[in-house]
Nanobody, 119 residues
């Protein structure tokens, strides 16, 4: 059974930090590009950051560059998103996504974790 379970969300003040985790099981983690997406109320889901299978290549959406860091541990089947200098506009549900390198393979999503940045 495939599972992607996010954790680490919560309420934080502007300027604060959170570390999101996504634990994967039921598929070959090391063969999947891992990504974090977010969806704010009334907005479309957007890509925040992604990391290639060996961790050697990363991508960040412009608004989070220099503040967020994505990393992965292929031995533990986990992907992380360290979020620093959080802003109210970072408030959203954050989702973990697994995309296979093999074309046409199954894509997996987690259930999401809420991040709220507010005073």
């Amino acid at each position: 059974q495939v599972q992607l379970v996010e954790s680490g969300g919560g309420l934080v003040q502007p300027g604060g930090s959170l570390r999101l985790s996504c634990a994967a099981s039921g598929f070959t983690f090391r063969s999947h590009v891992m990504s974090w997406y977010r969806q704010a109320p009334g907005k479309e889901r957007e890509l925040v950051a992604s990391i290639h299978t060996n961790g050697g290549s990363t991508y960040y959406e412009d608004s989070v560059k220099g503040r967020f860091t994505i990393s992965r541990d292929n031995a533990e089947n986990k992907v992380y998103l360290q979020m620093n200098s959080l802003k109210p506009e970072d408030t959203a549900v954050y989702y973990c996504k697994a995309t296979p390198l093999r074309l046409g393979g199954q894509v997996y999503w987690g259930q999401g974790t809420q991040v709220t940045v507010s005073t």
